[in-house]
C-alpha cells in the first residue's frame, strides 16, 4: 500500500531557484492538500484541490504555484526560492463524496525538507 | 476564520501516569475536531475525530476526546502514557464549507520518562 508518496524527501536550494515538489496518491482520493510545517507553528495550508483541474489557495499560498492534471498528482512549484520557504512540506489526500459532507481523514506523505540557503 | 490553540508546547509525563493534552479552538458554528499525531520523521497520523453526536470519542492507541462547546475545547487524554507515546500531537478544527480545509494547532510535544 504505497498511499501518498512524496519526492524529494531533502533537498537544498539556493536563493532563486525553482523546483518542484512531487506528490502522488494511489487511493483515489479527490481531495489534496500541500501544508509546510514550521518549528512550534503547527501545519499552515498553502494548496489544496478538489478535483483533477480545480485548486484553490489556502492561507499561505505567496511563492507557491500547484497544478492537478491528474486525480493522482499534485506538484507544487517553488518558482524563485526565498530563505522564508525553509520548511518540511507535507502532501495529504482525503476522499470526500461531496463538499457538504464531513472531511474524512486526511492521509499524510512522510514529508520533503526544504532548506534555501 | 477558524483558529486553534493549543497552550502547552511540551509536556513531560513519567511513564504509566496520566495524561491531557488541551486544545482550544474558535469557530463560528459546530465544528470538526481532530487529533494527529507525529512521530519523528514521519507525517500525520489520525488518532481520533469528532463530527457530531456523543461528545466523548474514543480513538486510537486508548487515547479519548471530550468535546465541550461551552469551553470551545477539545482536549485529549489517555489514562497511562506508554514510552511509544512520545511524539508531537496537534489538534485542529475543519470547516464546513467546501474544501472541507484543517486549520491546525501549534502542536504539543510529549516526552515520556522512563
Known amino acids: 500500500n504505497a498511499g501518498v508518496t512524496q519526492t524529494p524527501k531533502f533537498r537544498i536550494l539556493k536563493i532563486g531557484q525553482s523546483m518542484t515538489l512531487q506528490c502522488t496518491q494511489d487511493?483515489?482520493?479527490?481531495?489534496m492538500y500541500w501544508y509546510r510545517q514550521d518549528p512550534g507553528m503547527g501545519l499552515k495550508l498553502i494548496y489544496y484541490?478538489?478535483?483533477?483541474?480545480?485548486?484553490d489557495k489556502g492561507e499561505v499560498p505567496n511563492g507557491y504555484n500547484v497544478s492537478r492534471s491528474t486525480t493522482e498528482d499534485f506538484p507544487l512549484r517553488l518558482e524563485l526560492a526565498a530563505p522564508s520557504q525553509t520548511s518540511v512540506y507535507f502532501c495529504?489526500?482525503?476522499?470526500?463524496?461531496?463538499?457538504?459532507?464531513?472531511?474524512?481523514?486526511?492521509?499524510f506523505g512522510s514529508g520533503t525538507q526544504l532548506s534555501v540557503l | 476564520a477558524q483558529s486553534v490553540t493549543q497552550p502547552d508546547i511540551h509536556i513531560t509525563v513519567s511513564e504509566g501516569a496520566s495524561l491531557e493534552l488541551r486544545c482550544n479552538y474558535s469557530?463560528?458554528?459546530?465544528?470538526?475536531l481532530f487529533w494527529y499525531v507525529q512521530s519523528p520523521g514521519q507525517g500525520l497520523q489520525l488518532l481520533l475525530k469528532?463530527?457530531?453526536?456523543?461528545?466523548l470519542v474514543q480513538g486510537i492507541k486508548g487515547f479519548e476526546a471530550e468535546f465541550k462547546r461551552s469551553q470551545s475545547s477539545f482536549n485529549l487524554r489517555k489514562p497511562s502514557v506508554h514510552w511509544s507515546d512520545a511524539a508531537e500531537y496537534f489538534c485542529?478544527?475543519?470547516?464546513?464549507?467546501?474544501?472541507?480545509?484543517?486549520?491546525f494547532g501549534g502542536g504539543t510535544r510529549l516526552m515520556v520518562k522512563p
Open positions: 495529504a489526500s482525503s476522499y470526500n463524496p461531496r463538499t457538504d459532507s464531513p472531511l474524512e481523514k486526511l492521509f
Open positions: 487511493m483515489n482520493h479527490n481531495y
Open positions: 484541490s478538489v478535483g483533477a483541474g480545480i485548486t
Open positions: 469557530y463560528g458554528a459546530t465544528p470538526y
Open positions: 469528532y463530527f457530531s453526536g456523543d461528545t
Open positions: 485542529a478544527v475543519g470547516a464546513r464549507n467546501a474544501g472541507n480545509m484543517l486549520t
